[in-house]
């Protein structure tokens, strides 16, 4: 356990707090309040850099609950910060995500041929190698949940959409969930980087997810079948073609530790 506050009157600066112990009578503890909110924030910061500072959300998010699942989440990067930050907090200290972007996977991939001596066209294969992540599989392993934004490759490669699907078969392969997003101004269709007739067939059955985009704007850049994943729409809502439209407020609530707590006890 982190070192706690040493003003804490629960755990003395201790940061945990004994439990009864378990039924094989083995000693068992929980992290102190006063240590909690500061091992979240770390954790938050870790899945994506400054998430913790994006705007907080009054009231449920359509990403929440489906942290086990594949999505494909249209939203412009505001509104996924938002949401996201929304189910981070809540899903405790532990929590084992990371958002990268198409860029990076192409990144990961330049870096493993360039360590081959292969020839590459590619701007980005002048960047430094990195030390932390030397092929696509130690980008993609790590995460229980890999979120990876699209449309911020901007330089062409011809093995954009090949790389993008390894790394989605890749992690479909180790039973692990993978979230997508899109954005309006850039939505995963033909003519997109990341895109190709393979691509389309394997996220045939996604589960598609709208946040903020209007329906109409949202069925004219899917190319398949938009399963509704949804919550019950607000007055102003609309069913367009099996898709909701959930508008969702701006203050969020307060913080549920149920979720977690338990399953360190």
């Known amino acids: 356990m982190s070192n706690g506050d040493p003003k804490c009157e629960l755990c003395h600066g201790r940061g945990a ?18 240590v909690l909110i500061r091992d979240v924030v770390r954790n938050v910061e870790r899945g994506w850099k400054k998430l913790i500072r994006a705007p907080v959300l009054n009231g449920p998010s359509p990403l929440t609950e489906n942290e086990a699942k594949d999505l494909w989440v249209t939203a412009s990067m505001g509104m996924l ?6 189910v981070a907090v809540r899903m405790g200290p532990d929590w084992g995500f990371k958002v990268v972007t198409d860029s990076d996977l192409m990144v990961a991939w330049l870096a493993n041929a360039s360590m081959k ?20 599989v130690d980008l993609m392993d790590p995460p229980e949940l890999l979120i990876i934004r699209l449309g911020v490759k901007s330089a062409r490669n011809a093995a954009m959409n090949e790389v993008f699907l390894e790394a989605l078969t890749h992690r479909a392969h180790a039973g ?8 309006p101004q850039q939505p995963l269709g033909e003519g997109h980087l990341c895109w190709s007739y ?26 398949t079948p938009a399963s509704d994943l949804s919550l019950t729409p607000t007055g102003n809502g609309a ?5 909701k439209r959930v508008t969702v407020p701006g203050i969020e609530t307060p913080t549920t530790k149920d979720r977690w707590s338990k399953k360190k006890q």
């Open 81 to 86: 910060q938002t949401h996201l930050r929304h």
């Open 117 to 136: 001596g292969e020839r590459i066209f590619d701007p980005e294969a002048q960047a430094p190698v990195s030390q932390e992540v030397m092929t696509l």
């Open 198 to 223: 393979a691509v389309s067939e394997f996220l045939v059955n996604w589960t598609r997810v709208n946040l903020g985009v209007s329906p109409e704007e949202f069925l004219a850049n899917s190319f």
């Open 239 to 243: 069913n367009t073609g099996g898709t």
């Open 176 to 183: 692990k969930p993978t979230w997508i997003v899109d954005s």
């Open 17 to 34: 707090l004994d439990l009864p112990p378990d039924e094989n009578g083995i000693p068992r503890t929980q992290r102190c309040e006063c």
